[in-house]
């Protein structure tokens, strides 16, 4: 019984959590990676998922790896532009 009364604690904790962050960063560009982080890391703590912490914290470097890819990418639109219009 107490394993199934912390386990929903958790849950209403996750409610609150995804409550918060929706409020707090609905006009922020990385507030779907703080609705997806926040619960995901009260739900591991909490014990109620057992994966690992690499797929828990997913969102972030997901993110980190999205922008990453952005950068490049103009960075090598940018090089083939200014490399086309050369003179030879």
Do not use: D, F
Request: proline share 2%; hydrophobic share 55%; charged share 10%.
């Amino acid at each position: 019984m107490t394993n199934l009364r912390s386990k929903l604690l958790a849950v209403q904790y996750v409610v609150a959590c995804v409550t918060y962050v929706g409020a707090t960063l609905i006009h922020e560009e990385t507030a779907l990676v703080g609705l997806l982080t926040v619960p995901l890391i009260a739900l591991k703590l909490a014990g109620v998922i057992v994966w690992s912490w690499l797929w828990v914290l997913s969102p972030i470097w997901g993110e980190v790896v999205a922008g990453a890819l952005v950068i490049l990418s103009t960075c090598a639109y940018l090089r083939w532009v200014n490399g086309s219009g050369r003179a030879n």
